[in-house]
């Protein structure tokens, strides 16, 4: 309940639930208030489920990451910059994620192309390259096909859009 109120944009509401509860609320129902507070814009509330994962589960960094985007979102930047620095004396940092990219490899039922989905862990360097060659092999295949473009997935590749 507590989640579909916050998600909902009643995030005082769900904050309010979570005070009222007779058990002790876990690091999943302070999560979804965190994670609704960034989506909506609550600092207020924020800081302080924030806070509260930081005493049940000291060690994620997300957390942490989650809170320093909600100051930044607000123009709050010492609190972002604050938060940042916390994580430097906790020895916290924040988990690379991979950047995934379709890749066509052959005929198959999918608009005529078979499609694997590849999970790159690229530096920014080699992700730029990636994704001109990609924008090379997407010109190619309109090429190659002369100029019906009728079967064949064309598509703009930007590292920013994708990542």
């Given at each position: ?8 944009g009643?995030i005082?509401e769900?904050y ?23 989506v909506?814009?609550?600092?207020a509330?924020?800081k302080?489920?924030?806070r509260r ?13 989650v809170?320093?985007g909600?100051?930044?979102a ?10 940042r ?13 991979g ?7 052959c005929k198959?039922d ?17 992700l730029d390259l990636?994704?001109?060659v990609?924008?090379?092999l ?6 190659g ?11 703009h ?7």
């Amino acid at each position: 309940m507590v989640d579909l109120l916050a998600r909902g944009g009643e995030i005082e509401e769900a904050y309010k639930l979570v005070n009222d509860m007779h058990i002790k609320p876990n690091a999943s129902v302070w999560g979804a208030i965190l994670g609704a507070c960034s989506v909506h814009d609550n600092v207020a509330i924020g800081k302080v489920a924030a806070r509260r994962l930081f005493d049940l589960d000291p060690g994620k960094s997300v957390n942490y990451v989650v809170l320093a985007g909600i100051y930044a979102a607000a123009g709050l930047w010492d609190g972002a910059w604050d938060t940042r620095k916390l994580m430097e004396v906790e020895n916290l940092q924040k988990k690379q994620s991979g950047h995934f990219v379709l890749w066509p490899m052959c005929k198959s039922d999918f608009n005529g192309v078979k499609w694997v989905l590849l999970n790159l862990r690229l530096s920014t360097q080699v992700l730029d390259l990636v994704y001109v060659v990609l924008q090379l092999l997407d010109e190619l295949m309109v090429v190659g096909s002369g100029g019906r473009t009728r079967g064949v997935v064309g598509g703009h590749y930007s590292r920013n859009e994708a990542a």
